[in-house]
């Protein structure tokens, strides 16, 4: 700072050596300059260059020349060392310039709560500003664009004046050791500074003159301009001591003002309102004269000539006005309230009967500057800033957000009006759902009502109250069951296996235990269909395809025939098939499944080969005879086709047959030594649902969803009484008729007539499905007859069986179906059907597939079962209960039992909707497969 030429503008704090200025014992006026600009290129700073007669100041640009990267307010001060004044210039928000530049480095894309605070906080460093100048300085200046006095200076000025009376103590205690007397230490400034104001535009006419009444002198006690300017004198005083800024003890007072001295001042048209207007105005006169064709008679070519030459030799400045008379200048006025400061004479501003003088101290340049900088760093600076301070700050700044004050008190009301709409018409307990369309209904009236930059606030607020009204024990469980419906507990935890539930909770057991439940009940019949019972909404798929039905088993089914389908068993640690399927996939040969199927037209030759390839083939690659067959004995019927082949066969010789022996005996080892090294299913992971299609290979379920049982022998089942189980509908309890051919050869007269022994017929001759008696059949044709039917159930518990994909079985009083098998086998049926049973709405409740009855005839014809389900429309998975066929033993009743629900990698899948059709949801054709085993099998 000691090097710095004191001709220029330097910015606070001062960070220079005191002990090195040269004029450091000067006595020193400090006059600060606060206030609005006007629209435009009109500055603060012309002003103050005005007052000091030439260029001082930078003028701050509103398009950004000549001003610095600045987002916050900050205070330029000059020296003017002739006249010994500091001049202090905030600049700040209000400043065109700086306004510009803090619009452009705005976000646009900040919410209204962000954009309220970031303008809220430029007004606060605005405040501080002021809060530092009215310490500092003896004389301040408010400059205005406009001749009207702006009523925000009230509150602005009387929020500073609250907070300078809380912050006096820490002033005081900062300025004890500054070399400064004692009454500026109680006061914590120099003096009560005088304020003066400063009207930049005029609002009077061009011409004051025309406005005298006839007769009048033009003297300036009775102009147009000395009567505005004490008429706003008068109005600022009024205003000031209505709202106590102005009392009788100027001591008290944040500012004072003369009672006996000018204190407004308004600048004529003549000033340098606009320096980019007068330019242009300027530019306008010199560029007239050639648009004039002819001169005035009065002046002469000449005489216009050099006027205009004249004009453009010496045009007005832009920046300073004209010379005005000395009383009427702006310096003029200043200089009268400066010279009683320089002269140590002070303000005497106290009014009243009796007033009490106030303290006045001029102090040196370099006091004046130590005691400048402990106030900038208490006041403008964030670092090592005393709590006490930052307190009074933050109520400075609440106290100047009137916006934000209003909004809190506009909000405060409507709140509760929000939350009792939000409580209106509340059941005990509620779901999310209607949690959310309470809260919505909230919101709305809420934002009806409120208004103002606290409105983000109070709207998370509100959300925090009904959040917390809804989970104070009025939550309801969000669970839903595999059936859509809702749980109708309180919110709770599931209890634990083995753990007892506990619907009152304990005082150390804020939430209930207790397993879910919709309060929807259903009749359902067990496995094989013979009972029925209530069953409770599943919420999880074992509760479901399992559960109930186990509990079922035990009371009805325990004691009937059934066929298990695989699902996943843990096996103990070191078992075969863990070592085998923890060894590397590397080390495992390949493994073919050829298909293996043996026809009853095969030679006995060919199928000598095809049988000794097969068990060749089965050796190698771990299929036994008896999986590709589908059926237990598979092995025991290999070894006797054997047998039977080696007796028949030409090669009798011992020796062929030991080769013989010794390839089936090294066969067998390598059989035995692959069959580990086979991919089984997995012994460590399992299915969390049901099987079905998108499965990976290899893992099983946990359960079976599904059940199949036989009732007893074939002969239970009578055609003229059909079903006899309870829910059935009268005359749809009859299964339908499916006709299988069989050929029969009669034996031959002579030698031909019987094999040889050992050698067998045909193997097997598959009979496709849907096989009716044909017309002109032969008598060597017989038929036998195999009973089918599907069972739907309904909620209610209504049983039906249906003819085909679209009617339900019908028989006649005497119990006599006309209808056969035949579209049940040859078509897709739908897995859900509409019931006949009466409802009370429009919509017929819809009845589900859960059974298939099928009688199996007595050897030679074998039934397998080949249930593939598809519960929805592409791409739903297909459902099965195990990928082989299942192969059903003879002359017995069996039942299919379907799962209750299908879910899927994606969830459950629900019935078809309305818009859906029914065959959306299908069994697919080809459940029954028949094959005709010849002798010797």
Excluded at 544 to 567: G, Q, R
Aim: proline share 9%.
């Amino acid at each position: 700072m000691a090097e710095m030429e004191w001709n220029e503008v330097w910015r606070l704090p001062f960070a220079g050596d005191l002990e090195e200025l040269p004029f450091k014992d000067d006595k020193v006026c400090v006059v600060g300059v606060f206030g609005k600009s006007q629209v435009g290129y009109g500055t603060k700073s012309a002003t103050i260059n005005t007052i000091l007669d030439r260029e001082v100041f930078p003028l701050h640009w509103p398009d950004g020349t000549g001003l610095q990267t600045q987002n916050e307010a900050y205070i330029e001060a000059f020296y003017d060392k002739p006249k010994n004044v500091i001049y202090l210039h905030l600049v700040s928000v209000f400043d065109t310039s700086m306004l510009v530049s803090l619009c452009g480095s705005l976000d646009q894309n900040l919410p209204y709560t962000d954009v309220h605070k970031f303008w809220r906080d430029q007004e606060f460093q605005h405040a501080r500003g002021l809060m530092f100048l009215f310490h500092v300085c003896h004389i301040l200046v408010v400059l205005h664009p406009t001749c009207a006095f702006d009523m925000t200076y009230g509150q602005l000025l009387r929020t500073v004046d609250n907070v300078r009376v809380k912050m006096l103590p820490i002033l005081q205690d900062v300025i004890r050791d500054a070399p400064v007397g004692t009454e500026w230490k109680s006061a914590g400034r120099s003096c009560t500074p005088r304020l003066l104001f400063v009207f930049q535009k005029s609002c009077l006419p061009t011409e004051p003159d025309s406005h005298l009444e006839p007769g009048k002198s033009k003297g300036p006690k009775h102009s147009p301009k000395k009567r505005l300017q004490h008429r706003i004198e008068d109005q600022i005083y009024r205003v000031f001591r209505k709202s106590r800024l102005l009392t009788n003890q100027s001591k008290d007072c944040l500012f004072t003002v003369p009672p006996n001295q000018t204190f407004v001042y308004i600048q004529s048209r003549e000033g340098p309102v606009d320096s980019i207007n007068t330019l242009l105005t300027n530019l306008h006169q010199s560029c007239a004269m050639g648009k004039e064709t002819e001169a005035p008679s009065s002046r002469s070519y000449q005489m216009s000539r050099r006027a205009n030459q004249s004009a453009l030799n010496n045009p007005p400045t832009i920046l300073l006005p004209s010379k005005p008379n000395a009383e009427d200048s702006l310096f003029g006025f200043l200089w009268q309230h400066i010279d009683l400061v320089l002269s140590g004479k002070g303000f005497d501003d106290s009014v009243g009967r009796n007033p009490q003088p106030s303290h006045f101290e001029l102090p040196s340049c370099k006091t004046w500057l130590t005691v400048c900088n402990m106030l900038y760093e208490l006041l403008l600076t964030d670092t090592g800033q005393h709590a006490k301070v930052q307190a009074c700050l933050d109520s400075m700044g609440s106290s100047l957000d009137v916006e934000t004050k209003f909004s809190d008190s506009r909000c405060s009301k409507v709140l509760p009006l929000a939350s009792s709409a939000y409580q209106n018409s509340l059941p005990s307990h509620y779901t999310s759902k209607v949690h959310n369309n309470q809260l919505a209904q909230a919101m709305k009236v809420f934002k009806q009502h409120a208004r103002g930059p606290a409105y983000e606030h109070y709207v998370v607020q509100l959300q925090e109250d009904c959040e917390k009204f809804w989970a104070n024990g009025r939550q309801l469980c969000e669970e839903r069951s595999l059936t859509g419906q809702h749980c109708v507990h309180p919110f709770h935890t599931l209890p634990k296996p083995g753990q007892p539930a506990d619907p009152e909770p304990s005082d150390s057991q804020a939430v209930p235990c207790m397993p879910h439940n919709s309060r929807v009940r259903s009749l359902c019949a067990c496995n094989c269909g013979r009972k029925q019972a209530q069953r409770d909404d599943p919420f999880d798929v074992k509760a479901a395809n399992y559960d109930f039905f186990h509990l079922m088993e035990e009371k009805c089914c325990s004691s009937l025939e059934h066929i298990a389908f695989p699902v996943f068993q843990r096996q103990p640690q070191g078992s075969p098939s863990e070592e085998a399927a923890s060894m590397p996939e590397e080390e495992a040969p390949p493994t073919p499944q050829p298909e293996v199927s043996i026809t009853g037209d095969t030679e006995p030759s060919k199928r000598k080969d095809s049988v000794l390839s097969s068990a060749t083939t089965t050796a190698s690659g771990g299929l036994s005879l008896a999986l590709s067959l589908g059926q237990s004995g598979g092995s025991d019927m290999f070894v006797s086709m054997l047998h039977a082949d080696q007796n028949s066969d030409s090669l009798a010789a011992v020796g062929m047959d030991g080769m013989m022996a010794a390839d089936a005996q090294q066969q067998e080892a390598e059989a035995e030594k692959t069959a580990q090294l086979v991919r089984q299913p997995s012994v460590t992971e399992s299915l969390p649902g049901m099987l079905h299609s998108d499965c990976p290979p290899g893992i099983l379920p946990k359960f079976s969803s599904w059940e199949l049982v036989s009732l007893g022998p074939a002969g239970q089942y009578y055609p003229s009484l059909g079903l006899e189980q309870p829910g059935f509908i009268h005359g749809s309890n009859f299964l339908l008729a499916w006709d299988i051919p069989i050929h029969i050869e009669r034996p031959q007269q002579g030698d031909q007539a019987w094999p040889a022994p050992g050698e067998s017929q045909a193997g097997r001759r598959s009979i496709p499905h849907g096989g009716k008696p044909r017309r002109g059949a032969k008598d060597s044709d017989s038929f036998v007859r195999v009973y089918l039917g599907y069972e739907y159930e309904c909620a209610r518990g209504h049983r039906f069986l249906c003819s085909g994909p679209d009617k339900v079985m019908k028989a006649s009083n005497t119990g006599a179906v006309k209808e056969t098998a035949m579209k049940l086998l040859s078509m897709d049926m739908p897995l859900y059907f509409p019931c006949p049973c009466p409802s009370r709405g429009a919509k017929p409740h819809l009845g589900q597939l859960m059974r298939v009855f099928i009688t199996t005839p007595d050897p030679p014809v074998q039934i397998q079962l080949h249930p593939r389900l598809q519960p929805g429309p592409p791409p739903c998975p297909t459902f099965y209960p195990q990928d082989e066929d299942i192969p059903l033993p003879p002359s017995r009743l069996w039942v299919l039992r379907l799962p209750f629900v299908y879910v899927g990698e994606a969830g459950v899948i629900a019935p078809p909707r309305d818009s859906q059709p029914l065959l959306s949801c299908k069994v697919l054709k080809g459940l029954l497969k028949a094959t005709i085993l010849e002798d010797g099998e």
